[in-house]
T-cell receptor, first 115, second 117 residues
Framework: AQKVTQAQTEISVVEKEDVTLDCVYETRDTTYYLFWYKQPPSGELVFLIRRNSFDEQNEISGRYSWNFQKSTSSFNFTITASQVVDSAVYFCALSKAGANSKLTFGKGITLSVRP | GAGVSQTPSNKVTEKGKYVELRCDPISGHTALYWYRQSLGQGPEFLIYFQGTGAADDSGLPNDRFFAVRPEGSVSTLKIQRTERGDSAVYLC???????????????FGPGTRLTVL
């Protein structure tokens, strides 16, 4: 069975601080995919990134960066110089590879960025 | 282009009633998923359609829940004899599922908030 653990439930930072959101996963599959989604107060899940299990390169997109470490089964997300608009619930998710890619989500981390 | 749309955005019903929730996926997306999100939790998988057929309905909680996708596009999630515990946000997602693709990204709709009184 697949499992995603987001141990942090709520994080509060002041604008311009860096913040890291942790994600630990469990799977017996050798090929799998990891995702991060953002859920702002409006409620819609917004896709941020997808990473397959064979690609351990870190990725940077603007103020966002992701650190995938297979050895520790972690896929952490860092926001640099946080902004108020980053306030949202962030979900890490895991899927098998293949046609039925149903997602297993963590419980989410509520990030509050204060001005 | 247009994203995934879901109607209604809010639905309030009484215990024991029947409800239908609609999902209109991104045009051309062959895969469609339904999830349920309870307060303070991550979304949980309900059912997956590839084209018109339900390829995986292992997440449906019981036989009061049923979903269809008759023409391979719009899908309807149907809940019979609603219970207070069915109150949640029901999310729909679609993906391209290109032939030979290992995994395509799922794009989510805004959800339907169901409240059972």
């Amino acid at each position: 069975a697949q499992k995603v653990t987001q141990a942090q439930t709520e994080i509060s930072v002041v604008e311009k601080e860096d913040v890291t959101l942790d994600c630990v996963y469990e799977t017996r599959d050798t090929t799998y995919y990891l995702f991060w989604y953002k859920q702002p107060p409006s409620g819609e899940l917004v896709f941020l990134i997808r990473r397959n299990s064979f690609d351990e390169q870190n990725e940077i997109s603007g103020r966002y960066s992701w650190n995938f470490q297979k050895s520790t089964s972690s896929f952490n997300f860092t926001i640099t110089a946080s902004q108020v608009v980053d306030s949202a619930v962030y979900f890490c998710a895991l899927s098998k590879a293949g046609a039925n890619s149903k997602l297993t989500f963590g419980k989410g981390i509520t990030l509050s960025v204060r001005p | 282009g247009a994203g995934v749309s879901q109607t209604p955005s809010n639905k309030v019903t009484e215990k024991g009633k029947y409800v239908e929730l609609r999902c209109d996926p991104i045009s051309g997306h062959t895969a469609l998923y339904w999830y349920r999100q309870s307060l303070g939790q991550g979304p949980e998988f309900l059912i997956y359609f590839q084209g018109t057929g339900a390829a995986d309905d292992s997440g449906l909680p019981n036989d009061r829940f049923f979903a269809v996708r008759p023409e391979g596009s719009v899908s309807t999630l149907k809940i019979q004899r609603t219970e207070r515990g069915d109150s949640a946000v029901y999310l729909c997602a679609s993906s391209l599922d290109r032939a030979g693709s290992s995994t395509d990204t799922q794009y989510f709709g805004p959800g339907t908030r169901l409240t059972v009184l």
